[in-house]
């Protein structure tokens, strides 16, 4: 019914950066929180960053300042923009949405995930 597809990721030294995409398609009606979350081999998935319909942002303390998350309503897309990048081996980034689907459910969905390997 929803589907989110991330995209962007890749294999890069630190201190680079990226640009990860997540579009979200099907039968939606409205999206409201939109976030990106990681996680590494070993450990739990945690919250990266959040952004709100109306564009109202959070973000893990870790990646404050290095990371910009964004979102484009007309294309139902969310984005994040990561600078800085600091070593970091193998970890998945997950984008999530809150969504009311055309029929008026509510739906909470997440992406497949996107890779991205820090390494020098």
């Known amino acids: 019914q929803v589907q989110l597809v991330e995209s962007g990721g890749g294999l890069l030294q630190p201190g680079g950066s990226l640009r990860l995409s997540c579009a979200a398609s099907g039968m939606i009606f409205s999206i409201n929180d939109m976030g990106w979350y990681r996680q590494a081999p070993g450990k739990q998935r945690e919250l990266v960053a959040v952004?709100?319909?109306?564009?109202?942002?959070n973000y893990k303390d870790s990646v404050k300042g290095r990371f910009t998350i964004s979102r484009d309503n007309r294309k139902n897309t969310v984005y994040l923009k990561m600078d800085s990048l600091k070593t970091e081996g193998k970890t998945v980034y997950y984008c999530?949405?809150?969504?009311?689907?055309?029929?008026?459910?509510?739906?909470?969905?997440w992406g497949q995930g996107t890779q991205v390997t820090v390494s020098s």
């Open positions: 952004i709100t319909r109306l564009g109202r942002t």
């Open positions: 999530n949405a809150g969504i009311r689907t055309i029929d008026g459910t509510h739906l909470e969905s």
